[in-house]
């Protein structure tokens, strides 16, 4: 099964890319999709399919795996939904969904967008900032 990865936060045009479940979610060198910061387990979490449906399963995190708003440990996550890995939101849609807005990107390059920056401007960390719940619900209506 394949599935869309949107990384929803404060960017205009939110980087979008296709993953083949069954997929894992980390910093480390054997995840599927890295997300490089300090917050995210080596292997964080892990994403299947069974009988059309999105499963996933925290890996035992430190900092836990958010389906929508509940911290999982195994959980159905359905399309459309919201899921946080450390500081970093996806959205979880289907492969043929249309989306219009979003910048296309592989695996590696969504990796370079999911990582912790220091900016040389102000010396503070810039990592994508996940919406807000009241956001989440509104932009699902």
């Known amino acids: 099964m394949e599935i869309v990865l949107v990384a929803v936060g404060a960017h205009f045009r939110p980087p979008a890319c296709r993953i083949t479940l069954p997929a894992v979610i980390g910093r480390g ?3 599927t999709v890295t ?8 292997r964080h979490c892990e994403l299947t399919a069974n009988e059309g449906s999105i499963v996933v399963k925290d890996l035992e995190s430190l900092n ?46 969504m990796a370079a967008y999911t990582t912790e920056r220091r900016s040389s401007r102000t010396g503070k960390t810039d990592v994508p900032v996940a919406p807000s719940q009241d956001t989440q619900r509104n932009s699902k209506r």
């Open 29 to 31: 060198p054997e995840a």
């Open 64 to 109: 836990g795996t958010f389906v929508g708003s509940r911290r999982i440990r195994t959980a159905l996550c359905p399309l459309g939904e919201y899921l946080t890995v450390g500081p970093v939101t996806f959205r979880v849609e289907p492969a043929t969904a249309e989306l219009p807005g979003v910048r296309w990107c592989t695996v590696e390059e």
């Open 35 to 42: 997300v490089n910061h300090p917050l995210v387990s080596r």
